[in-house]
């Protein structure tokens, strides 16, 4: 019996430790199992502006599209799960939107770190898919986090102008 309780313990302490997202990324990879993700696709990525888009097909009819949006995440977390979120797929186009609960998590964050955190997701993206065309939403600016606006500005133009310097980029 006590050796039980020890095993059992053990397994609730490790799942206790799981970062945050985990569930949602082995979620993908049961969809990947299930349906294997097609080729030339549109890829999503980002936080609960894409997870809550349920209708998205609707918008782009004759697309394919394999939304891998998390809501709540942030770009440290995209870099976090970046090998899960970019492996498994061959797009041919990828749309980032991510950015602003770096932010609405740790205020103290300047738009300087928001982007590097961007820059660091975009060269695993390259890693992985050097010649497909990558896209960024802005950060919008959210009427409930207007004390953000600023930061927000602020690394919407820094991703632009990085952007702009990069080839199948905008």
């Not at 936080?47 to 809550?52: C, R, Y």
């Not at 797929?89 to 928001?114: H, M, W």
């Not at 992985?128 to 919407?156: C, E, G, M």
Request: with cysteine.
């Amino acid at each position: 019996f006590a050796l039980l309780f020890t095993f059992l313990m053990f397994f609730l302490f490790q799942a206790q430790d799981k970062p945050a997202f985990w569930n949602d990324i082995e979620n993908f990879k049961q969809l990947n199992k299930e349906n294997p993700p097609p080729k030339d696709a549109i890829l999503l990525l980002g936080s609960s502006s894409f997870t809550m888009w349920k209708d998205v097909n609707d918008y782009f009819p004759g697309k394919t599209i394999i939304n891998r949006g998390f809501g709540g995440s942030s770009l440290y977390d995209l870099n976090l799960y970046s090998d899960e979120l970019l492996k498994p797929y061959s797009p041919k186009q990828i749309i980032i939107y991510c950015g602003e609960n770096d932010f609405a998590a740790n205020e103290k964050l300047t738009a300087r770190q928001v982007f590097n955190r961007f820059k660091h997701f975009y060269a695993e993206v390259r890693k992985y898919h050097p010649k497909v065309q990558v896209d960024y939403v802005s950060i919008k600016l959210s009427p409930s986090r207007q004390n953000l606006w600023p930061q927000f500005i602020a690394t919407n133009s820094l991703i632009k102008k990085f952007l702009t310097k990069k080839k199948n980029s905008e």
